[in-house]
């Protein structure tokens, strides 16, 4: 298949996809949010793309989801029984501590 014709409809199938989406969550806004918040008021289509594009920045942004797999699989086959080992004990004992700037000792004494 040529590149460009590739490019083309990739971008033809991007631009669909967000118009249905930017049109369902116009009508789910419309639908479901005047009646539950007082004084909110329906929302028309370029707002409901804006409000799509907010939600879409917020929960996650636009990054290479799912691209670092690949990596992680080839680096854990090539480690070594002990290795693998020591990496799952260091992910367990890590209980949500791993991404603080300090040592959680670090941080309760400074």
Known sequence: MNYKLKIVKMLAIAVTAAALMGGAVM??????????????????????????????LLAGGFGQRGRHHGA???????????????????????AGRCHSAQPPEAAAVG
């Open 27 to 56: 009508a789910l806004w419309n639908w479901l949010v005047p009646s539950l918040v007082t004084g909110a008021q329906p929302i028309d289509y370029p707002h409901a793309l804006g409000l799509l594009l907010l939600g879409r």
């Open 72 to 94: 992680m699989r080839a680096r854990w086959a090539q480690m070594s029984d002990e290795e693998r080992q020591k990496f799952r004990t260091a992910m367990r004992s890590c």
